[in-house]
């Protein structure tokens, strides 16, 4: 059974930091690309970032390019998404994703919030 958990989410003051990490399970970790998305209130869940399983090449989306790390250690099956700068518009929950099987798995998310 796949299950992602992410944790370390919350609240930050702008330019602050923050470092997320989801812990995978249920799966060949290794074989997968990771993905991290968002969804802030009342607007559609976005992807941020991409990590392949070969090689680990990352994507960004452009409103977090040159901020935002996603990293992935696969002998521990976890990814991270380390959040730098961070600014208001950055506020939302943070959910880890997979594609497994042909169907999409998600954690329970976790919330950033920036703010002063």
């Known amino acids: ?12 003051q702008p330019g602050g930091s923050l470092r997320l990490s989801c812990a995978a399970s249920g799966f060949t970790f290794s074989w997968y690309t990771m993905n991290w998305y968002r969804q802030a209130p009342g607007k559609e869940r976005e992807l941020v970032a991409v990590i392949t399983n070969i090689g680990g090449s990352t994507n960004y989306a ?5 901020r935002f790390t996603i990293s992935r250690d696969n002998a521990k099956n976890t990814v991270a998404l380390q959040m730098n700068s961070l600014k208001p518009e950055d506020t939302a929950v943070y959910y880890c994703n997979v594609v497994w099987g042909g169907l999409p798995y998600w954690g329970q998310g976790t919330q950033v919030t920036v703010s002063s």
């Open 62 to 66: 452009d409103s977090v390019k040159g």
């Open 1 to 12: 059974q796949v299950q992602l958990v992410e944790s370390g989410g919350g609240l930050v």
